[in-house]
């Protein structure tokens, strides 16, 4: 039987229990739950909180082609085997991916905590294509966000080509990424990149388009997304 391993950021108690991090998380596993079960209803969904992962009282899980992992955090070990181990230690080095931006693209991009980002363009990768959603931005208060936010025509490509060079630097597997980044002018200010849907993509539960929970599983199941999150110009 397939199963889908969600690993999650939560704290586990000495009786097992385990309690998810933020309600900004909760959203995010209910989101993918229901879009998991409402893709392959026989597949079996488990949850395990990352900690649980350090801990040397819990069993890792051994490799298996019938698991679908589907981290929502970016805090999974690095010995830990799966399709999208290398990215998500690749994505966990702000500094190395900001540097490489920095002197290869030449893009700007945040210095410590200068410039941090406040908008995200989700971008979505299927072993066949390459899509983007419509940015978010966050919203007035905490984990909150809004989508979509416009973007000016001529900034567009630039942002694309940002995510696209990126990603092929990093021959990314398929999964549904959050560029997270900032405007200061007309000048991208890269922040970093999220290779799963991050906490922003709760705004699209709310968004006309298909949510980025969903692309997200459709993805990591190589599977085509029906249609654009977003139009490209």
Not at 10 to 28: H, I, N
């Amino acid at each position: 039987m397939r199963k889908a391993l969600i690993i999650v950021n939560a704290e586990v108690k000495g009786e097992g229990t385990m309690y998810l991090a933020s309600p900004a998380t909760e959203k995010m596993v209910m989101a993918l739950e229901a879009a998991i079960k409402a893709d392959s209803p026989s597949t079996q969904v488990e949850i395990m909180a990352a900690a649980s992962l350090w801990s040397k009282s819990v069993k890792p899980p051994k490799p298996d082609q019938d698991t679908i992992y589907c981290p929502l955090t970016i805090d999974v070990p690095s010995w830990l085997s799966f399709p999208g181990q290398k990215i998500y230690q690749d994505c966990k080095d702000v500094k190395g991916r900001r540097q490489w931006v920095d002197k290869t693209l030449g893009y700007k991009t945040s210095i410590r905590d200068a410039w941090l980002g406040d908008l995200c363009l989700p971008v979505a990768l299927t072993p066949t294509e390459l899509m983007y959603g419509e940015i978010i931005g966050e919203g007035a208060f905490p984990n909150s966000y809004e989508q979509p936010i416009s973007l000016q025509k001529q900034l567009r490509r630039p942002l694309y080509d940002l995510a696209e060079g990126l990603l092929e630097d990093l021959d990314a597997p398929p999964s549904l990424y959050l560029l997270q980044f900032r405007l200061k002018g007309q000048n991208i200010i890269f922040d970093r990149l999220w290779p799963f849907p991050a906490a922003p993509a709760i705004a699209s539960l709310t968004y006309p388009h298909p949510n980025l929970f969903t692309c997200y599983w459709q993805c990591l199941t190589h599977q085509s997304i029906p249609s654009l999150m977003g139009s490209v110009s």
